[in-house]
């Protein structure tokens, strides 16, 4: 048994070395001027190999990079808090009516081949139904596209954690007096707190890093950070101190959020 | 306390039929046990009821008044659920409080009632916990004081006792009874434990496949069941049963010849309890006698159970009321009185006693 814990723990090492070694690149990069970054072999220990400079930070603030921070915050915000209510009600029908005539397996099954559909498969029409509308490059449209997408795995989320509520706690409620909407805002949501926590966490999360619909759905009006990373390069050269310094950037948000909802995200996770 | 009348109550849910025309009347202020097997349709009664379900036909009385379509709320009923239901993000004070907070009563007022409950119930000490901080036994009282709480005159509780120690079944049927009689509610339990029939043993209904097929307290069931599953549930260990032909004509064995009258497709029953070691030689016309192998001993705490291989179906099993170390292979001759049998016809309805026999009132 010793052997094959060693064996797991000798595992768990090389993955954590291909996710964190990549990390360190980045941060590293961030840390460089450009000259350091193109130097071969390359300079990878701070103080020893190079000195660090917050060159490509500066950079960053006098750019639009900050705008673009607070329209990925703002965007992936709404788009979750619109996504959540519906999901909500939705994954409370999936659950606690299965006798009813259109839920079975089907449905269910439809309403998640939204999420298994490559993005790339349907961009394209989305991107041509908001230019009929006269609604590319908005606001309105980035949230809207992003809602839409993120309720499938709300859904699928939510339905789980309101299958683990007994039915009969609910019954109790409904034995003690309280009417539908007071039962959801009263047990139902309260009991379900982490689960919400944790979908929103996950929805959240996924439309941060979103890119593809940033790109198409965004123009020069609206500008995500991840629509925004690609533009940055100066002649033929890619910034990639500059680009390393958004991505330390990037990952701030998601690290505060994985570090508040960490258990949560475990639990989906693990399927508890 | 109203008296509760159920008439002609039915219902379906997927296709079965988990109750058949249920007809019953629970007398007021009574300690009333609905027993039957798994799957019976106890908990489809109690939930209609409760007014959680609605009967697809018939009609629910409390004294004279319908109340089939009433609300859970409306009427005055509560039920206490198998898994407690207890809201896990409240303390225990608030899961009692929950339903005076539908109702008038002011801060108060709903404390002193919380924990007036709560002390009857001895879990006052127990009301900052939460749910999970609490014991089996513990999180059954609280579920009847917030059932109890609101001023309910019915609670009916659906396996009250499955989920809780041995130690503490006993306990808290003692609380039942206390409570009962205090209060003078009616306290309706379902269950498929038959001692917990042994334990509240006056107001006794069985079901069996959705209907009531026997109503009464425990001695005339025990005595006069109505039906061979009744026969076979009630009891330490469950009645021997065969056809009366196997009986009949095995070799070797003495019939009494008030037997030997019984239609042999008619099937005898007795309990292993009614069943004695036998020692003597000779004939006894008021005994059946049977001979045979010890196939297993099982000794249960001061008792013994034999299983005896007398040349028939199955092994006959004999319930001996202290420890008796018998080898497998040993020869043993047992007796049953004639009087204890049980005579059911071939489809387990309960034709008579043993002692009708010999009057002569069972014959072919």
Known sequence: ????????????????????????????????????????????????????????????????????????????????AIAVIPSLLAAYGFSRYKKAAMNDERSFFILLTLRMTPPFAVVLPIFLYWNLFKLYDTYFALVWTYSVFSVPLAVWLLKGFMDGIPLSIEEAAKLDGYTFMERLRKFIIPVLGPGIAATIALVWLFLWNEFLF??????????????????????????????????????????????????????????? | ????????????????????????????????????????????????????????SGSIFFDDEDVTYKGPNQRNVSL?????????????????????????????????????FAEYLKI????????????????QRVAIARALVRGAQIIILDEPFVRLDYKVREDMRAQLYRLHRDLGVTVIILSSDHMDAMAFPDNIAFMLEGEIIQVGNLDAMY???????????????????????????????????????????????????????????????????????????????????????????EPVKVLISMIVRKTPGE??????????????????????????????????
């Open chain 2, 223 to 313: 005595e006069q069941p109505t039906n061979l599953s009744i026969a076979k549930y009630l009891g330490l260990v469950e009645m021997n049963v065969f056809p009366a032909k196997s009986i009949l004509d095995l070799k070797g064995t003495e019939i009494p010849r008030s037997l030997s009258m019984l239609d042999g497709t008619m099937l005898i029953g007795f309990r292993p309890e009614h069943v004695t070691l036998h020692y003597e030689n000779t004939l006894k016309p008021d005994k059946i006698i049977l001979a045979g192998k010890v196939k297993i001993t099982e000794i249960v705490g001061s008792e013994t159970i034999v299983h005896l291989d007398a040349g028939l179906l």
């Open chain 2, 80 to 116: 206490v659920f198998q898994d407690f239901a207890l809201y896990p993000h409240l303390t225990a004070y608030d899961n009692i409080a929950s339903s005076l907070l539908k109702s008038r009563l002011t801060k108060e007022e709903i404390r002193k009632r919380v924990k007036e």
């Open chain 1, 214 to 272: 940033a790109l198409k759905l965004g123009g020069s009006n609206v500008i995500t950070y991840t629509s925004y990373l690609p533009q940055l390069r100066v002649g033929q050269r890619i910034m990639w101190n500059v680009l390393g310094a958004i991505g330390v950037l990037g990952a701030i948000p998601p690290l505060i959020i994985f570090l508040i909802f960490r258990k949560q995200i475990i639990r989906v996770y693990l399927g508890r």
């Open chain 1, 1 to 80: 048994m010793r052997v094959i814990r060693m064996l797991g723990y000798l595992g768990l090492i090389i993955y954590g070395l291909f996710i964190l070694g990549p990390l360190y690149v980045m941060i590293v990069t961030s840390l460089k001027n450009i000259n350091d970054v193109f130097s071969i072999p390359p300079k990878l220990l701070p103080f020893v190999d190079f000195q660090p400079t917050m060159e490509a930070f500066e950079f960053v603030a006098n750019t639009r990079v900050l705008y673009a921070f607070l329209t990925s915050l703002g965007v992936a915000t709404a788009a979750t």
């Open chain 2, 1 to 56: 306390m109203p008296k509760i009348r159920l008439v002609n109550i039915n219902k379906k849910y997927e296709g079965l039929h988990l109750l058949k025309n249920v007809n019953l009347e629970i007398p007021n202020n009574t300690l009333f046990v609905i027993l039957g097997p798994p799957r019976s349709g106890k908990t489809a009664l109690g939930r209609i009821l409760a007014g959680l379900e609605l009967p697809d």
């Open chain 2, 331 to 364: 020869a043993v001759r047992v007796a049953v009185d004639v009087k204890d049998i049980y005579v059911f016809d071939a489809k387990g309805k309960f034709v008579g006693r043993g002692g009708d026999l010999i009057g002569g009132d069972i014959a072919r």
């Open chain 2, 124 to 139: 006052d000490h127990r009301l900052t916990h939460y749910p999970s901080e609490l014991s089996g036994g513990e999180k």
